[in-house]
């Protein structure tokens, strides 16, 4: 069973920071890459930044320049540096891994309880 445990979100006022942090632990071979999603009530949950296992990382246009996603292969955990924060960031965030149980099998997702990020003007 893969666990995934988050921390980091809270309240903040517009233009400040928060760092989200997320630890995976379990019965995990290997992760092809790790993510943070978010949603707000009524929309869908969307990407927000993701990164491989070699680094290679992605984000949302709208967090392009504000955010930045890291990774520890070692331990297994994955940040995302909120920088500049603005009122329509507020939402609560999920990471997200895709694993591997073994060499040769597939891969499954699992996802954090999630987060509450509020940021205020």
């Known amino acids: 069973q893969v666990q995934l445990v988050e921390s980091g979100g809270g309240l903040v006022q517009a233009g400040g920071s928060l760092r989200l942090s997320c630890a995976a632990s379990?019965?995990?071979?290997?992760?092809?890459?790790m993510g943070w999603y978010r949603q707000v009530p009524g929309k869908q949950r969307e990407l927000v930044a993701g990164?491989?296992?070699?680094?290679?990382?992605n984000y949302a246009d709208s967090v392009k320049g504000r955010f930045t996603i890291s990774r520890d292969n070692a331990k297994n955990t994955v940040d995302l540096q909120m920088n500049s924060l603005k009122p329509e960031d507020t939402a609560v965030y999920y990471c997200?891994?895709?694993?591997?149980?073994?060499?040769?099998?597939?891969?499954?997702?699992?996802w954090g309880q999630g987060t509450q990020v509020t940021v205020s003007s």
């Open positions: 997200n891994i895709r694993y591997r149980l073994g060499l040769l099998q597939g891969a499954y997702d699992a």
């Open positions: 990164i491989t296992s070699g680094g290679r990382t």
């Open positions: 379990g019965s995990i071979f290997s992760i092809d890459a």
